[in-house]
C-alpha cells in the first residue's frame, strides 16, 4: 500500500495549515468533549476531599451537582484553547489584543477571555454555595433562629462580592481600564451612580437594620402591609415571606422596617372572639346556666389562661348574643385550630344540653284586618315579608 498518498494529504496546506493540523484540532476538540464530563466528576472528587472534614458525607452528591457544570464550561474551554494552539496564525492569539489586528480576532480572544472569567467565576459562586449548604445544615440543629438569617444573606453578599470582582477583573485584564483610576476618578458620575442606585441602598440599609434591631426571624409569622405570612428568607435586598394561601411573596427590606410590623409569633396567647346568637326564646335561667357552665369550661381547660370571658352582654335584632373571649396558650397554628374546634364542639354541647337553640335572622310581622284576630306570622327570611 502506498502511504505516500495519505501523506500528501495530510500534508496539504489550506488556509496556512495542513490537513494534520486540522484533524489534530478536531481531535483535540473531541477528547474534550467527550471526557469532559469524567475529569470535572474526578475533579470535584479531588475538591470534595479537601472539605469533607467540615461536611458530611451525604453532601458529597450535592458539592458535585454544583460544581459539574460549570467546571465542564472550564474544562472545554482549556481543550478550545490547545486545539487552537496547533494552528498556525500569522500572529499568536495571545498578541492579538495588543497589536494592530483585524478587529474580528481580537474581539475573538477577548470573547474567548470573558468566557474563561466567566467560567471560573460560576465555580466560585457554586463553591460558596456549598459552604453555605455546609452552614445551614448546621444551624439548622442549633435552636436559635438569628444563625438561620444570617447564612443566606452572608452568602449572597459574598457572591455579590465575587461578581463585583470578576467584573473589575475583565474591565482590567479584557478591555485593558485602568480599574484603580476608574475607581479613584468616579468622583460625581459616583454621586449620580449612588442616586440612581438609591433603592438598592436603602433596602441594603435596611437589611443591616433587620439584623442589628431583630424585628422578626426566619420563621416568624408577621403581618406587614397588608400580607401575612411565614418568613422563609431575609436577604440584602427584600424579605420573601410564605403566605397563608401558600403564595410567595417578596418584599422590599425598607419596607419591612417603614411599614408598621406586626410578628404574629411574638404573641404569647392567641385570642379568640365572637358571639353566641340564641333564640328570644330562651330564658334568663337558661342563658346564665350556659354562660356558667362553659365559663368555667375555658377556665379549667389546660390551653386557656384565666383571661376568658362568658358573657350575655346584648339584646340583637333576631337573637340574644353571648359574648365569647378565650386566648389559647400555643404558637402552633394546627394545634390552634385543633383547640379551637374542641372548644366550639362543646359550645354546641352546652347549648343543647340546656334546651337552648341557636338563632338566625328572622323577622316577625303583624298582620291587622278588620273583624280579625291579630295573626302573628315568623318568616325565616326577611325577603319573604313582601310576599304576606
Known amino acids: 500500500?502506498?502511504?505516500?498518498?495519505?501523506?500528501?494529504?495530510?500534508?496539504?496546506?489550506?488556509?496556512?495549515?495542513?490537513?494534520?493540523?486540522?484533524?489534530?484540532?478536531?481531535?483535540?476538540?473531541?477528547?474534550?468533549?467527550?471526557?469532559?464530563?469524567?475529569?470535572?466528576r474526578f475533579i470535584t472528587s479531588v475538591m470534595f476531599k479537601l472539605v469533607k472534614r467540615?461536611?458530611?458525607?451525604?453532601?458529597?452528591?450535592?458539592?458535585?451537582?454544583?460544581?459539574?457544570?460549570?467546571?465542564?464550561?472550564?474544562?472545554?474551554?482549556?481543550?478550545?484553547?490547545?486545539a487552537f494552539k496547533v494552528l498556525n496564525y500569522p500572529l499568536d492569539p495571545t498578541e492579538a489584543a495588543r497589536a494592530n489586528?483585524?478587529?474580528?480576532?481580537?474581539?475573538?480572544?477577548?470573547?474567548?477571555?470573558?468566557?474563561?472569567?466567566?467560567?471560573?467565576?460560576w465555580i466560585i459562586?457554586?463553591?460558596?454555595?456549598?459552604?453555605?449548604?455546609?452552614?445551614?445544615?448546621?444551624?439548622a440543629k442549633t435552636?436559635?433562629?438569628?444563625?438561620?438569617?444570617?447564612?443566606?444573606?452572608?452568602?449572597?453578599?459574598?457572591?455579590?462580592l465575587v461578581y463585583i470582582f470578576s467584573f473589575m477583573v475583565i474591565l482590567g485584564s479584557v478591555f485593558g481600564v485602568n480599574?484603580?483610576?476608574?475607581?479613584?476618578?468616579?468622583g460625581v458620575g459616583g454621586l449620580a451612580i449612588a442616586f440612581a442606585a438609591k433603592e438598592s441602598l436603602e433596602n441594603l440599609l435596611a437589611s443591616f437594620t433587620i439584623f442589628l434591631d431583630h424585628p422578626f426571624v426566619v420563621g416568624d409569622l408577621v403581618e406587614v402591609n397588608g400580607i401575612t405570612g411565614v418568613i422563609e428568607k431575609i436577604g440584602f435586598r427584600s424579605t420573601r415571606i410564605r403566605t397563608l394561601e401558600k403564595t410567595f411573596v417578596t418584599v422590599p427590606n425598607k419596607n419591612m422596617i417603614d411599614k408598621p410590623l406586626n410578628n404574629l409569633s411574638l404573641r404569647t396567647f392567641r385570642r379568640v372572639s365572637f358571639d353566641i346568637n340564641l333564640t328570644y326564646s330562651t330564658t334568663s335561667a337558661q342563658i346564665k346556666a350556659i354562660t356558667a357552665?362553659?365559663?368555667?369550661?375555658?377556665?379549667?381547660?389546660?390551653?386557656t389562661n384565666q383571661d376568658g370571658r362568658i358573657r350575655f352582654h346584648s339584646l340583637g335584632n333576631s337573637s340574644k348574643d353571648v359574648m365569647v373571649l378565650y386566648f389559647v396558650d400555643t404558637m402552633d397554628w394546627n394545634e390552634f385550630v385543633?383547640?379551637?374546634?374542641?372548644?366550639?364542639?362543646?359550645?354546641?354541647?352546652?347549648?343543647?344540653?340546656?334546651?337552648?337553640?341557636?338563632?338566625?335572622?328572622?323577622?316577625?310581622?303583624?298582620?291587622?284586618?278588620?273583624?280579625?284576630?291579630?295573626?302573628?306570622?315568623?318568616?325565616?327570611?326577611?325577603?319573604?315579608?313582601?310576599?304576606?
Open 338 to 388: 385543633d383547640i379551637r374546634e374542641e372548644i366550639a364542639y362543646k359550645i354546641v354541647d352546652i347549648v343543647e344540653k340546656h334546651g337552648a337553640d341557636f338563632a338566625f335572622p328572622s323577622t316577625t310581622v303583624y298582620l291587622h284586618q278588620p273583624g280579625d284576630q291579630e295573626v302573628q306570622a315568623k318568616l325565616i327570611n326577611p325577603a319573604a315579608s313582601d310576599q304576606v
Open 101 to 121: 489586528e483585524p478587529f474580528l480576532k481580537r474581539l475573538a480572544f477577548r470573547v474567548y477571555q470573558i468566557f474563561v472569567i466567566v467560567a471560573i467565576t
Open 1 to 40: 500500500m502506498d502511504f505516500s498518498i495519505y501523506k500528501d494529504f495530510l500534508n496539504y496546506y489550506f488556509l496556512g495549515n495542513t490537513v494534520s493540523n486540522y484533524l489534530w484540532f478536531a481531535g483535540i476538540l473531541l477528547v474534550g468533549y467527550i471526557f469532559k464530563t469524567l475529569l470535572s
Open 179 to 186: 480599574v484603580a483610576g476608574l475607581v479613584a476618578g468616579l
Open 125 to 139: 459562586a457554586r463553591f460558596i454555595d456549598f459552604i453555605g449548604l455546609i452552614f445551614r445544615n448546621r444551624t
Open 293 to 303: 357552665e362553659l365559663q368555667q369550661f375555658i377556665d379549667e381547660h389546660p390551653r
Open 54 to 82: 467540615f461536611s458530611e458525607e451525604d453532601n458529597q452528591a450535592a458539592f458535585r451537582r454544583m460544581l459539574i457544570q460549570p467546571l465542564e464550561m472550564l474544562l472545554f474551554l482549556v481543550f478550545l484553547y490547545f
Open 143 to 160: 435552636a436559635s433562629k438569628l444563625d438561620d438569617q444570617l447564612v443566606p444573606f452572608f452568602v449572597d453578599f459574598t457572591k455579590v
